[in-house]
């Protein structure tokens, strides 16, 4: 079975304004560009997410995890120092970070309701 899956990118403009073809509130097929949030309209988008990845290559604390948890979505976030003092046990690690290695695990996530459910009652 094949499952459209949406990105919902949330974080500073002027990353995303590096490429000038990412504009504010653009759809780029499957990807949501939504720019920095918080408060109510970041608890809205992790109310309306299915799960929360993260593939930063360094993390000192990632708070957005701890909000990603709360709001009970399963985590994928690289092996870095930082993610991996949360995550471990409790979400799924990607070592190395690479692209592909997160496509396989956001497919063995979505694939396996068991993994699912032992992501979510973990938190």
């Known amino acids: 079975m094949q499952v459209k899956i949406y990105f919902r990118y949330c974080w500073r403009w002027r990353f995303i304004r590096r ?10 097929n499957n990807v949501i560009f ?3 949030k918080t408060g109510k309209p970041l608890i809205e988008i992790y109310k309306n997410s299915d799960a ?12 957005t995890i701890l909000e990603a948890m709360a709001s009970k979505l399963p ?16 979400g799924i690690l990607v070592n190395p970070p690479t692209p592909r290695k997160f496509a396989k695990e956001i497919d063995r996530l979505f694939s396996n309701k068991i993994c699912i459910i032992n992501c979510l009652n973990s938190h």
């Open 19 to 28: 490429n000038k073809k990412l504009g504010k509130g653009e759809r780029f």
């Open 34 to 36: 939504h720019g920095r």
């Open 52 to 63: 929360f990845i993260l593939t930063s290559n360094e993390e000192a604390f990632p708070l």
């Open 75 to 90: 985590v994928i976030a690289s092996d870095v120092k930082g993610n991996h003092d949360v995550v471990k046990g409790v």
